[in-house]
């Protein structure tokens, strides 16, 4: 079955970078572009961007360009979050999401980012 | 950006009641609405698809409608374990946005 497993959580300093995994099986990794979404402690749900594995082409959200960078391991069908300078408001559970045809019918089990001196 | 605005941020529902709950989007979205049941401490989950196409798994007391620009996900007999938090998200253009999210609590 499909499963994306995503790395445990992580507490960062201010100014900080985080870096994210997510591990997909059960599915050709390169067939489906992967989302990264957050999710801010009782907020809704923030779309940060996507990438295409088999292509390494991406699409971030305004509000993350130039502090997001995704990336993508086909040898090892891992996707990754790259995420600088870190403040108290980057505090979130982050997601990914298999993307098929225009809707994430898969998803990570989360990873708390927590932003902290 | 489009935005997606769910007017009702929390609603109370006894076991068996039909509920529903809306979207509406600031401009066409072309079907492209997807809707996300949420629980506490969970991944969303993916309900409804291109706005009325039910998930595979997903039980058919769940369906979703349209009109115009204002989107409807209905549960028709709403049972224990459909008390969560229920999103909306246009996949019609970048970047994707959802709803702020409507709560189903138990009355």
């Known amino acids: 079955q499909v499963q994306l497993v995503q790395s445990g959580s992580e507490v960062k300093e201010p100014g900080a970078s985080v870096k994210v995994s997510c591990k997909a099986s059960?599915?050709?990794?390169?067939?489906?572009?992967i989302h990264w979404v957050r999710q801010a402690p009782g907020q809704g749900l923030e779309w940060m961007g996507w990438?295409?594995?088999?292509?390494?082409?991406?699409n971030y959200a305004q509000k993350f360009q130039g502090r997001v960078t995704m990336t993508s391991d086909t040898s090892f069908s891992t996707a990754y979050m790259d995420l600088t300078r870190l403040t108290s408001n980057d505090t979130a559970v982050y997601y990914c999401?298999?993307?098929?045809?225009?809707?994430?019918?898969?998803w990570g089990q989360g990873t708390l980012v927590t932003v902290s001196s | 950006d489009i935005q997606m605005t769910q007017s009702t941020s929390s609603l109370s529902a006894s076991v068996g009641d039909r509920v529903a709950i809306t979207c509406r989007a600031s401009?066409?979205?072309?079907?492209?609405l997807n809707w996300y049941q949420q629980k506490p401490g969970e991944a969303p989950k993916l309900l409804i698809y291109?706005?009325?196409f039910l998930h595979s798994g997903v039980p058919s007391r769940f369906s979703g409608s349209e009109s115009g620009t204002d989107f409807t996900l209905t549960i028709s007999s709403i049972q224990p374990e459909d008390y969560a938090t229920y999103y909306c998200q246009q996949a019609f253009s970048t970047p994707l946005t959802f709803g702020g999210g409507t709560k189903v609590e138990i009355k």
């Open positions: 990438i295409n594995p088999r292509s390494g082409g991406t």
């Open positions: 999401a298999r993307d098929s045809s225009s809707f994430c019918d898969s």
């Open positions: 401009q066409s979205i072309s079907s492209q």
């Open positions: 059960g599915y050709t990794f390169t067939d489906y572009y």
């Open positions: 291109a706005a009325s």
